[in-house]
């Protein structure tokens, strides 16, 4: 499996290295723009998008222009996120963030530029069918706009600025948003692309819920017991910005029964379809969750 | 014609008046949104469009998805070109910038949602077909993208800081891809929706590209003779900031000279299309960029 996640996560580089041709116009826009595409990140989301299409039709390669979309709606989010008025991020994966770079109006464009790219990428695709095209675009921007990622992300800086209160409940929302989205779409957007029945699509759709939730429970337990040199980055960070997490609202315990809870459930829903597919693909998804330490 | 005019901005004010529902999330970034998408403006855009359609069909209302989409679009340039990072300008129209009212980093997440939203609207419309939703998807995300919109804010951001030094040629490629290429979708989203001939579409590209720079010249012009109560800002203010304009490069004459010049090519081009469609609509908005006071 191993090596199926590393082949994907090349496959995913070559085409990232080539997609954003330099532009007749004589700036260096492009350039930023390829600066945080090509920044490393473990491409979690597209390989996860390839898996579950490779599960499904042994053929994962049509899943790769939305695969590519994905990484770059991901990437502009970091983008905008790092910027002075958000969370004001120097560095991010070791390396310096676009901004530092580039400058902050630069980044804002790159950032725009990427989300916008996006689209163009899914519609030019030239394997899928165009309705298949259209289902993908209309959930991609759902997941990334107002009512998912965007939305998330504001949410955020509302309960980061104590704008609003945070109970387990708007925690949830937050994450199911924020980053939940996105994860919900790879695996989504795979079950549009294989046309499957419908109580397939429910269980895989239950099953990204509850692995999107364990990514950031899992991050938050990092954030207390993780080695900072793995983590690329401090831990304690949350609890000195007195951030609410799984930990600070459960507990180190309730948010490791919580982590299990959802651990046990992505199970349970994989189980529902393991009798028309081999779900090993996402079983390792699930392990990878559970068991990474950055 | 005004008053069909008057007609299709009443019903794009409409749909702008519901098009961005208050989200489950508890957040504000929906008011936000909204409070520029409602700011006012002149709809030029979403009226070229429905104008366009309107000639080649006689009937508009098949463009009002496109329509919305590219005035979310422009609107979400205005909200981040306002930015501190970018022009850092405190009024627009008369009314506090989006990121005055409601701070600098949901300005930038109101943006990223509008832009968002804008694939979306156009992916869930109900009356056009899959292909055609498709090339207005791909022709959207080019026009606004790195080689069209964001990259011509890019080349005057760049033109702006005397990174890069400005002649005709570059003034000339900063307004076709900054305000052009949404100008030029206008007009062939249109002949998209109603498959016009190729040398149709030709003739209505052409005439897109020569009312674009029209624009922009006289843009210019009234920043050295307009009136500053309609205007709505100072005058002088492009000579102020050592700004390279169509006057500063070619003195007034040659810029009076250069707008004659694009408005006789504008209504050469409708007149190839004439024995085929009644081009009043179209020459109206030749009138309008020429005579325009604001």
Redesign the interface.
């Known amino acids: 499996m191993k090596q199926k996640v590393n082949t994907f996560t090349e496959e995913i580089n070559n085409a990232i290295a080539v997609i954003?041709p330099q532009?007749?116009?004589?700036?260096n826009?492009?350039e930023s723009?390829s600066y945080s595409l090509e920044a490393g990140g473990k491409r979690i989301r597209p390989v996860l998008l390839l898996l579950t299409l490779d599960m499904l039709t042994s053929n994962h390669e049509q899943g790769l222009s939305p695969a590519l979309a994905l990484e770059m709606i991901h990437t502009?989010s970091l983008i905008?996120d790092d910027?002075p008025?958000?969370d004001n991020d120097d560095y991010r994966r070791g390396k310096l963030t676009n901004h530092k770079v580039y400058?902050?109006?630069?980044a804002?464009?790159a950032?725009?530029?990427l989300?916008?790219?996006a689209?163009?990428v899914v519609?030019?695709d030239e394997t899928l069918s165009?309705?298949v095209?259209?289902k993908l675009?209309?959930r991609?921007?759902?997941a990334?706009?107002?009512?998912g990622m965007?939305?998330?992300?504001?949410?955020d800086?509302?309960s980061e600025n104590q704008e609003?209160q945070i109970d387990l409940a708007t925690l949830e929302?937050i994450h199911r948003?924020k980053t939940g989205a996105l994860i919900t779409f790879a695996v989504m957007a795979a079950s549009d692309i294989a046309q499957v029945e419908n109580h397939v699509a429910d269980a895989l759709y239950e099953y990204s819920d509850h692995i999107g939730l364990m990514f950031q429970i899992k991050d938050d337990l990092l954030d207390i017991y993780g080695d900072e040199e793995k983590l690329g980055k401090s831990v304690g960070s949350d609890l000195e910005n007195h951030k609410s997490t799984y930990v600070s609202l459960l507990g180190l315990d309730g948010a490791e029964e919580k982590l299990q809870h959802h651990t046990d459930a992505a199970y349970d829903c994989l189980a529902q379809i393991e009798q028309q597919y081999d779900t090993s693909n996402l079983k390792y998804i699930i392990e990878l969750f559970v068991n990474r330490d950055h």
Chains 1, 2 share one sequence.
């Open positions: 954003i532009s007749p116009l004589s700036t826009l492009e723009m502009y905008h910027l008025p958000m400058g902050e109006w630069k804002i464009l950032g725009d530029a989300l916008t790219k689209f163009d519609s030019h165009d309705s095209k259209l675009i209309q991609l921007s759902q990334s706009g107002h009512l965007v939305g998330g992300q504001t949410l800086m509302q609003i929302q948003t």
